[in-house]
Nanobody
Framework: EVQLVESGGGVVQPGGSLRLSCAAS????????MSWLRQAPGKGPEWVSA???????YYADSVKGRFTISRENSANTVYLQMHSLQPGDTALYYC?????????WGQGTQVTVSS
């Protein structure tokens, strides 16, 4: 069974940084675009960023310039480096397979930005 497992969430002060990781148990990982989405309390899921199979990257306007997505195919892992975090970034962050349509989601990792 294919699985996506996120890690790296935590509590950070405003202006801080975190790096999220998503490990995929799939030998064809390199053939899949991958995304990060987030869901804040009381809100619907919000797409954050995506990386294509060739390494092209895409960002929501709300995180552009602060977040960086990358992938390491040899490790079946996708990362989300987050800088200048703000309270509005507080959410459950999900890794998902696909660039703009997602057919597999992880369980999520919580990011809380609070002083």
């Amino acid at each position: 069974e294919v699985q996506l497992v996120e890690s790296g969430g935590g509590v950070v002060q405003p202006g801080g940084s975190l790096r999220l990781s998503c490990a995929a148990s799939e030998l064809t990982f390199s053939d899949s675009g991958m995304s990060w989405l987030r869901q804040a309390p009381g809100k619907g899921p919000e797409w954050v960023s995506a990386v294509g199979t060739g390494g092209s990257t895409y960002y929501a306007d709300s995180v552009k310039g602060r977040f960086t997505i990358s992938r390491e195919n040899s490790a079946n892992t996708v990362y989300l480096q987050m800088h200048s975090l703000q309270p509005g970034d507080t959410a459950l962050y999900y890794c998902a397979r696909g660039r703009f349509r997602w057919d597999l989601w992880g369980q999520g990792t919580q990011v809380t930005v609070s002083s």
